[in-house]
């Protein structure tokens, strides 16, 4: 069993930044493929970003150029810097790891950009 728990969303202005963290534990034995999430009232969830387990990455054109995937593999950790935000950018941000073909998901922290 694995378990991914979030952290780093809240409140920001738009132009601001913030940075999640995506925290694995549990049965992780080798580096894994992750990505972020998210998901706004009345819409449904969509892709943010995602790395493989050879840090390759990919990007939603909506976030190209702003957003950041990274990975911390001594962590088991998996970053979404996000710069330049936007209020459409206001959404709950989840994170997940395929680990031995399952796909697991954390519990969501919420993003909201606002002046």
């Known amino acids: 069993q694995v378990q991914l728990v979030e952290s780093g969303g809240g409140l920001v202005q738009p132009g601001g930044s913030l940075r999640l963290s995506c925290v694995a534990s549990g049965r992780i034995f080798s580096s894994y493929a992750a990505g972020w999430y998210r998901q706004a009232p009345g819409k449904q969830r969509e892709v943010v970003a995602t790395v493989t387990s050879d840090g390759s990455t990919n990007y939603a054109a909506s976030v190209k150029g702003r957003f950041t995937i990274s990975r911390d593999n001594a962590k088991n950790t998996v970053y979404l810097q996000m710069n330049s935000l936007e209020p459409e950018d206001t959404a709950v941000y989840y994170c997940?790891?395929?680990?031995?073909?399952?796909?697991?998901w954390g519990q969501g922290t919420q993003v909201t950009v606002s002046s």
């Open positions: 997940n790891a395929l680990v031995l073909l399952t796909l697991y």
